[in-house]
C-alpha cells in the first residue's frame, strides 16, 4: 500500500538530551572520565571578576576541544556544528534552546584574552595526563611536536 509519511516535524515530543547520546559514543567516555574543572583555576587569571560578559571558558575549550577531536579548523563551521549536533551540546552542557557562543568569541579570545600565553599547551598537557593517569601510564598515543612538553610535565608531576 502507497502512503507517504505525513510531516510531524512541527510536533513537540517530549526528549533527554542524554538519551540521545549513544553509551560507547567518544565524547561520552571522555566526559565520563576526564573532569574538565580544572581548568576553570588554570583560566581564571585571565578573566576580571568586574568588567565584561565573557562566555563560560569551560565551554569555550570543550568546543575547541571537539574542534581538535573531529577536525574542524574553522571556529565558524565549528560554530555550525555545534548548534545541530545532539552530541556535542550534551557534551558542553547546552539545551536545545541554549544559544551556542558565537565563533568571533573563540577569535577573540585566541587573539586578545590568551595572547602570548601556553595556557592551550596547558591545558592539552592536563588532559594527557588525566588521561595516562585513568589508563594506569599503561597507553599513550601523543604527537611527537607535544611529546618534549609532555616528558617534562610527567617528570615534574611524578618526581
Given at each position: 500500500?502507497?502512503k507517504?509519511?505525513?510531516?510531524?516535524?512541527?510536533?513537540?515530543?517530549?526528549?533527554?538530551?542524554?538519551?540521545?547520546?549513544?553509551?560507547?559514543?567518544?565524547?561520552?567516555?571522555?566526559?565520563?572520565?576526564?573532569?574538565?574543572?580544572?581548568?576553570?583555576?588554570?583560566?581564571?587569571?585571565?578573566?576580571?571578576?568586574?568588567?565584561?560578559?565573557?562566555?563560560?571558558?569551560?565551554?569555550?575549550?570543550?568546543?575547541?576541544?571537539?574542534?581538535?577531536?573531529?577536525?574542524?579548523?574553522?571556529?565558524?563551521?565549528?560554530?555550525?556544528?555545534?548548534?545541530?549536533?545532539?552530541?556535542?551540546?550534551?557534551?558542553?552542557?547546552?539545551?536545545?534552546?541554549?544559544?551556542?557562543?558565537?565563533?568571533?568569541?573563540?577569535?577573540?579570545?585566541?587573539?586578545?584574552?590568551?595572547?602570548?600565553?601556553?595556557?592551550?599547551q596547558?591545558?592539552f598537557?592536563?588532559?594527557?595526563?588525566?588521561?595516562?593517569?585513568?589508563?594506569?601510564?599503561?597507553?599513550?598515543?601523543?604527537?611527537?611536536?607535544?611529546?618534549?612538553?609532555?616528558?617534562?610535565?610527567?617528570?615534574?608531576?611524578?618526581?
Amino acid at each position: 500500500m502507497f502512503k507517504p509519511k505525513e510531516s510531524s516535524q512541527n510536533e513537540y515530543e517530549f526528549v533527554s538530551i542524554d538519551e540521545l547520546v549513544p553509551d560507547d559514543h567518544l565524547l561520552r567516555l571522555i566526559d565520563k572520565y576526564i573532569d574538565f574543572s580544572f581548568l576553570l583555576e588554570k583560566v581564571r587569571p585571565y578573566y576580571s571578576d568586574v568588567n565584561g560578559r565573557p562566555t563560560d571558558p569551560l565551554i569555550l575549550f570543550k568546543m575547541m576541544f571537539i574542534g581538535y577531536i573531529y577536525g574542524i579548523r574553522s571556529e565558524r563551521q565549528l560554530e555550525r556544528e555545534i548548534r545541530t549536533n545532539v552530541v556535542y551540546r550534551w557534551f558542553l552542557g547546552l539545551k536545545f534552546k541554549d544559544p551556542v557562543p558565537l565563533h568571533s568569541t573563540i577569535s577573540w579570545d585566541r587573539q586578545h584574552r590568551f595572547k602570548d600565553t601556553n595556557i592551550f599547551q596547558e591545558i592539552f598537557d592536563e588532559i594527557v595526563l588525566l588521561a595516562m593517569i585513568i589508563d594506569g601510564w599503561r597507553t599513550c598515543f601523543i604527537c611527537n611536536t607535544h611529546l618534549a612538553r609532555l616528558e617534562k610535565v610527567c617528570c615534574s608531576t611524578l618526581g
